[in-house]
């Protein structure tokens, strides 16, 4: 006999049978996961609008029917430098303009006369910006016409669309894990009835229950595990691939992007761990009921 | 019904190691399938429990091992009113009882070595503390030679060696079993009563379910008669 021996698995290893749960779950995590990269990816891109808008005024400076436009934005920009709360102008070229106008009008050039609007943007103090009525009285003398588009309007409504669908993704994520966690207290259950042999012998030799439940609770966090590592792997991927052939990141520039960045990785471990948790603690749970209803 | 005059005790301060008083049993809403039962075991004691077939000595031997829990009556465990006992209670009273099974219930998918290791893991030894223990029992029941055989490839003498094993290895305070002779040859049911002995005399109490009456006879030690359900003699084997 071997002096090494060590004490044989004292629940019968069912890998055959443990694959199609490990398949579903791994698929709830797989699930999961992308709810959480999709409600990460509208977090970023919320906080990215929403601080842009937050720092930017843009005025449209609409030229006389004679007017020169160049020469009115370069006074429109001028005279909004010197505003309290701009911290500097940006003048937009006509080139610019139509840039913006392409995606509807496609790529054919403008008549030189045509009477587009020029951009000025202006840089403010996020913290205490000019207020677009002070700004529209300063150009109440001017040849041209002044159009400023308050952000402020977009920003909160921004805000409380980007906190819906944050709330909705977090919303998806916790249903798909009640779900894995009922699939798993479902299979313990099974488990417990298909090795009742087992759970028996050990009751008669005096194992407590919560060494039985002890065993089913370790397989089932084992399981667990190898089901968040696939599913986060694979969530992970599909992410990556979604974003980067033909996915939202800058194919449609309002939607959020499901390119993940550096630390997504972190949901790697992450989803692991809190897959093998919520494994254990419902076979543990059904474990622990199923005993107490069968032994007096 | 003979009501039972309880053994001598080896210990006059300890109370029987079991004790039943007017203790009756039913499955479910089905008939009693024991009624009136009385009778004590004394601790170190050494007794056969007989019968026909149906009489209900398995039931009677599930009630000690707390297998099941009686309709009506009381028993007394090591002088715990059984009744009385919390869920938690049990797992620490079943490891001072060990039960040979009719049907031996061995686990399958472990060897032979860790089947009989069974109670002495689930009290929480380590392998370096039993494996001697282990070895040398398993040599003395003659199956040295199968230690990390499975139970499906074993003869039917072999599993209930080994399944006795495993009730002795943790020296239990009481040892039940049921037929635990009837799969083996004469040479090796003396053996295994040996076995038995040798255990009540370092003070263990016996008590053996069989329909063995040669047997029986060889051993000399009372035998309680169960009959429909009811406990009909009480006698000292000539």
Not at chain 1, 222 to 233: E, P, T, V
Not at chain 2, 33 to 59: C, H, M, N, Y
Not at chain 2, 83 to 104: E, K
Not at chain 2, 143 to 171: F, K
């Amino acid at each position: 006999m071997s002096q090494t021996r060590r004490p044989a698995p004292l629940l019968p290893p069912e890998a055959g049978r443990d694959l199609p749960l490990l398949a579903v779950c791994a698929i709830l995590v797989f699930l999961a996961c992308l709810a959480v990269i999709g409600a990460a990816g509208t977090w970023r891109a919320s906080d990215a609008w929403t601080g842009q808008l937050a720092s930017e005024i843009t005025l449209q400076i609409i030229p006389g029917a004679d007017g020169d436009g160049e020469a009115a934005a370069q006074e429109a920009g001028q005279l909004a430098s010197g505003l309290p709360g701009v911290i500097s102008v940006e003048i937009r070229s006509r080139a610019a303009s139509e840039a913006l106008l392409r995606p509807w009008l496609g790529r054919a050039s403008l008549p030189d006369d045509f009477p587009l609007p020029r951009l000025v943007t202006l840089n403010v103090d996020p913290d205490d910006p000019p207020l677009a009525a002070a700004i529209e009285t300063l150009f109440d003398d001017a040849a041209y016409r002044v159009i400023v588009d308050d952000n402020q309007l977009w920003a909160a409504a921004l805000a409380r669309a980007s906190i819906t669908v944050r709330w909705f993704a977090i919303g998806l994520a916790l249903l798909v894990c009640g779900a894995a966690a009922a699939v798993i207290a479902f299979a313990a259950r099974a488990s417990l009835s298909m090795r009742r042999d087992v759970a028996d012998a050990l009751h008669l030799v005096g194992a407590p229950d919560r060494f039985i439940t002890g065993l089913f609770q370790e397989r089932f966090f084992m399981l667990g595990l190898k089901a968040g590592i696939a599913g986060a792997l694979l969530a992970l991927l599909a992410a990556f691939t979604l974003a980067e052939l033909g996915g939202t990141a800058g194919a449609i520039f309002f939607l959020p992007s499901l390119l993940p960045g550096w630390g997504a990785i972190l949901i790697l471990p992450a989803a692991a761990f809190l897959s093998g948790l919520v494994a254990a603690l419902s076979a543990r749970l059904a474990i622990t009921t199923a005993l107490a209803a069968r032994w007096a | 019904m003979d009501q039972t005059q309880p053994e001598p005790h080896r210990d006059p301060d300890a109370g029987p190691a079991v004790r039943f008083d007017n203790v009756g049993m039913r499955y479910g809403r089905g008939p009693e399938v024991l009624s009136d039962i009385s009778f004590e075991l004394a601790r170190g004691s050494f007794q056969f429990l007989t019968g026909p077939s149906g009489a209900g000595k398995t039931s009677l031997l599930r009630l000690i091992y707390l297998a099941e829990r009686p309709s009506r009556g009381l028993i007394s465990l090591f002088g715990s009113d059984t009744s009385a006992l919390a869920r938690d209670d049990l797992p620490v009273l079943r490891r001072r009882i060990g039960v040979v099974f009719q049907d031996f219930r061995l686990l399958t998918h472990l060897s032979v070595f860790d089947n009989v290791a069974l109670p002495l893991r689930v009290a929480g030894q380590r392998v370096s503390q039993y494996r001697e223990d282990i070895v040398e029992l398993l040599n003395w029941v003659g199956l040295g030679e199968r230690i990390d055989a499975l139970p499906p490839t074993l003869s039917g003498g072999e599993q209930q060696r080994a399944a006795i094993a495993r009730a002795v290895v943790s020296r239990p305070e009481i040892l039940i079993a049921d037929e635990p002779t009837g799969n083996v040859d004469p040479e090796m049911a003396r053996r295994l009563l040996r076995l038995f002995a040798e255990l009540n005399r370092l003070g263990t109490t016996v008590l053996i379910a069989s329909h063995d009456i040669a047997l029986i006879r060889s051993m000399k030690v009372p035998v309680l008669e169960l009959a429909g359900g009811r406990l009909t003699t009480r006698t000292r084997a000539a």
